[in-house]
């Protein structure tokens, strides 16, 4: 079965500073991944996803992700962090079925909690 | 991208009573839809998947009796918490996906209250 490890369980940068959010994942197989954001008593959004190709992922808001398959890891970076980035970050794996595609069934890490000072 | 619609967003019920929680693909036939659940300050947990008109999968430990899923279209799926308790409440979540796409997408979410 998958796992997803996200070893910062809370952070705090400060505005304009640089950010990485780590997370490392168990799959026997390609792994589908996915980095959502949270903010309190809200939904998901969806921040990036990886499936195939180019390993650095471009997403919103800045943020961007790179699948390093050596280390099972797909860190979340942003250069430049703004005070709107305070939320919760979930790292996610999708499940692949016998087709071969995933049909998002995920599973998700603890979340990092972010805190941005001014 | 495809838009899920989840309602109610918020929901108070007395202790006992049961909720009905829906999940709607506006934009697109859903073939599987997953319904997870998150705690207060905890990660968000898969309950079960629902495919379309066949009955849903339960992950372990969640208790099929309780947790009533329905998947009757391939636009809407339907999760009822019976005989709720206080122990219930939580943000429950679902994502819906069909056979085209890899991932999956998510509604807003669901605060259950139960007092």
Known sequence: ??????????????????????????????????????????????????????TLVQGIKGFEA????????????????????????????GAENAGGTSYGKLTFGQGTILTVHP | GAVVSQHPSRVICKSGTSVKIECRSLDFQATTMFWYRQFPKQSLMLMATSNEGSKATYEQGVEKDKFLINHASLTLSTLTVTSAHPEDSSFYICSAGDDYTVEAFFGQGTRLTVV
Do not use: M
């Open chain 1, 66 to 93: 790179e699948f390093k398959r050596s280390q099972s890891s797909f860190n979340l970076r942003k250069p430049s962090v703004h005070w709107s980035d305070a939320a919760e970050y979930f790292c996610a794996v």
């Open chain 1, 1 to 54: 079965a998958q796992s997803v490890t996200q070893p910062d369980i809370h952070i705090t940068v400060s505005e304009g500073a640089s950010l990485e959010l780590r997370c490392n994942y168990s799959y026997g197989a390609t792994p589908y991944l996915f980095w959502y954001v949270q903010s309190p008593g809200q939904g998901l959004q969806l921040l990036l996803k990886y499936f195939s190709g180019d």
